[in-house]
């Protein structure tokens, strides 16, 4: 290029300066080799601590420095960036990704000053144990830290409140203790929050209200008590929120209304109380909600209904009252409908058989009265259908007797009446594999038809009033594993039918039974 350039100062000053350039750019190139042979060195030292022979870092060797050198530079300095798990960005640790590698051991010794540059450590699913040390706090880059799946015990280091850049913490399945450090609120950028299953004590501290990039936030299956901060309402960015199995207490904070972009939260299996706030309805883009095993108390607001999007809503194990809102009908999206076990009265409104998507309905353990609505499988696709232990009277409606979608259906302790002739056992629904009528007042005989419901595992008739014979077609149904006749009325001999049969539990008990047990019965198979 300067071949062409007229002999002069210009030109002599362009050599110069070219020559500083590339002066400039050897010495950098040493500069931050010779840092990543520091960097080298120091990972290198930790590996020997406790993972000298771990096959899976076979790459990490320092190579001989200086030996024989050739005009090759790199190969005279030791450089990591080769490392199985490392990645470099300008000769220096970036990323350092020890995911599922068998490491063993603690971090004690790990170099956090001598990693000035790593943004990324990922050492989840190993078996590092020990404190998480305060000195993480100097690795000042830090965007990204996964401990998750290892056996860190103690307390989490303050210091973590240091790492200003943070984005993702993941601690996630370790044995941790003692209290959330409340300096997690002073991580602006923090978008993943992971100490779910630990033993993390103490209240989940206000300070969390600053985390105004959080999106995903889980707590649960710690010992956490206390209040749900109201300042979470605060977290407009928040989409996902586990907080399940803890021990928190009070009410479920109504600011919660303002997170627009939540789309699952689970708070059950605490000691939440209070109502269910109705600005929970405000949460149009929620698709799972989880308020099971608490303490929660009023109505199950009818503002529910215009949550579209919700796909999952379990409520079971409260104290709520009154009745099931109609409004739940408007749940379009549906999949599973959780309200068993809590002091709900009334019937069960017609409208939950609008739910085209309902596959699960659980209402057991309330006090329901009425009918069954006619149209409960009219979608065909309700897979499991639970009513145990209500209230609840009239005829099983004939519109299950061809809901080829059921396949558990349980009816029983409530005051069903009607005729078993005009049930299931006439039009079997072809997947049923689970029936259980008991402990209700139907009557009439066992059809031979039972005898085509090849699916069933479990069939339960007991406490009714049924009578005449058992069918010998009962012996047809080669999958039974469960037959529970007790405390009817039947008569006439045990067919010797049933001996075909793989039983884990037959129970004839107290019925007008003549003759033997036949001999078929309880034969090793
Ligand atoms: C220098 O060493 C590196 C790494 O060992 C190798 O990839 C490269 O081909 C070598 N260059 C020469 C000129 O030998
Ligand atoms: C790498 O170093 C060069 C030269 O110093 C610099 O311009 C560039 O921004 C660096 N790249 C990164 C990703 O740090
Ligand atoms: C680490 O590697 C695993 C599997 O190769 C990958 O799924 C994970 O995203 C990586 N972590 C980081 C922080 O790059
Ligand atoms: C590293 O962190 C510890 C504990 O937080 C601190 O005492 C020490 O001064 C830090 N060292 C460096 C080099 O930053
Ligand atoms: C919920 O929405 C209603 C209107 O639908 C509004 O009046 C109320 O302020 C909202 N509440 C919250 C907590 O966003
Ligand atoms: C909430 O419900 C989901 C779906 O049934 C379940 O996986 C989860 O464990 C439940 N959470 C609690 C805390 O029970
Ligand atoms: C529900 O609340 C009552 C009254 O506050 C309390 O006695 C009871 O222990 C709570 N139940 C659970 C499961 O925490
Ligand atoms: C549940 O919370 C109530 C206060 O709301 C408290 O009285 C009770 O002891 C708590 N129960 C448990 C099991 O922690
Ligand atoms: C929510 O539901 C309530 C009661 O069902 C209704 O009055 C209200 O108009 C609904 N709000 C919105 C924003 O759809
Ligand atoms: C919902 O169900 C009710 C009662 O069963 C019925 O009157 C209504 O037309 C249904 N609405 C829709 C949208 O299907
Ligand atoms: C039993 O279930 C299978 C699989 O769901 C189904 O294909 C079959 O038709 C059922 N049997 C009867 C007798 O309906
Ligand atoms: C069912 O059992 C009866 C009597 O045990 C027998 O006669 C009949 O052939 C069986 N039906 C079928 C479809 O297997």
């Not at 939440?272 to 199950?300: A, H, K, Q, R, W």
């Not at 232990?389 to 396949?407: A, E, V, Y």
Request: one cysteine or more; hydrophobic letters at 35%.
């Amino acid at each position: 290029m300067m071949v062409f350039l007229p002999v002069g100062k210009a030109s002599l000053f362009i050599v110069v300066h070219l020559v500083l350039v590339l002066l400039t750019i050897f010495f950098s190139f040493l500069g931050s080799a010779s840092a990543s042979a520091e960097e080298a060195a120091a990972l290198f030292k930790w590996k020997s601590f406790s993972n000298r022979d771990n096959p899976v870092l076979t790459s990490w060797i320092l190579q001989p420095r200086g030996a024989n050198s050739s005009n090759n530079i790199s190969k005279d300095i030791a450089s990591p960036c080769n490392w199985y798990g490392v990645t470099c960005i300008n000769g220096s640790v970036n990323r350092l990704n020890l995911t599922e590698s068998s490491m063993n051991g603690a971090l004690y010794n790990f170099p956090f000053s001598s990693l000035p540059n790593l943004e990324y450590l990922d050492m989840s699913v190993n078996a590092l144990s020990g404190s998480i040390p305060p000195q993480i706090g100097n690795l000042s880059k830090l965007i990204y830290l996964n401990l998750h799946g290892n056996e860190f015990s103690n307390e989490i280091p303050h210091e973590i409140g240091r790492l200003k850049n943070f984005q993702t913490l993941d601690l996630n399945d370790n044995y941790l203790t003692g209290s959330i450090p409340e300096e997690i609120g002073q991580l602006r950028f923090l978008s993943d929050l992971d100490m779910s299953s630990n033993n993390l004590r103490g209240s989940i501290p206000s300070t969390f209200g600053n985390l105004k990039n959080l999106r995903h936030l889980y707590l649960s299956d710690n010992i956490l008590s206390g209040p749900i901060p109201s300042e979470l309402g605060y977290l407009y960015n928040l989409v996902y929120v586990d907080m399940g199995f803890n021990n928190l207490s009070g009410p479920i904070p109504s600011e919660l209304g303002y997170l627009y972009n939540l789309e699952y939260v689970d708070m059950g299996y605490n000691n939440l109380s209070g109502p269910i706030p109705p600005e929970i309805s405000n949460l149009t883009s929620l698709d799972f909600l989880n308020l099971s095993d608490n303490n929660l108390s009023g109505l199950i607001p009818p503002s529910l209904g215009n949550l579209s999007n919700l796909f999952n809503l379990l409520l079971r194990h409260n104290q709520l009252s009154g009745s099931i809102p109609k409004e739940l009908g408007n749940l379009m999206a549906l999949d599973l409908l959780a309200v068993g076990h809590n002091l709900l009265t009334g019937s069960i409104p017609p409208t939950l058989c609008n739910l085209s998507r309902l596959e699960y309905l659980n209402l057991d353990g309330n006090n329901l009265s009425g009918h069954l609505p006619q149209g409960l499988c009219q979608s065909g696709v309700l897979n499991y259908l639970s009513v145990v232990d209500n209230m609840l009277t009239g005829p099983i409606p004939r519109g299950l007797n061809n809901c080829s979608s059921l396949q558990i259906a349980s009816f029983s302790v409530n005051q069903f009446t009607g005729k078993l002739s005009e049930l299931f056992g006439v039009f079997c629904p072809k997947n049923l594999e689970g029936l259980d009528l008991s402990n209700n007042n139907l009557y009439g005989e066992l059809s031979a038809n039972w005898g085509r419901c090849q699916n069933l595992t479990t069939l339960r008739i007991a406490q009714n009033n049924i009578s005449g014979r058992i069918p010998p077609e009962l012996g047809n149904l080669t999958l039974l594993r469960e037959l529970n006749l007790s405390s009817n009325r039947l008569t006439g001999e045990i067919p010797k039918e049933l001996g075909n049969l793989k039983l884990d539990i037959l129970d004839l008990y107290s019925n007008r039974l003549t003759g033997e047990i036949p001999k078929e019965i309880g034969k090793p198979t």
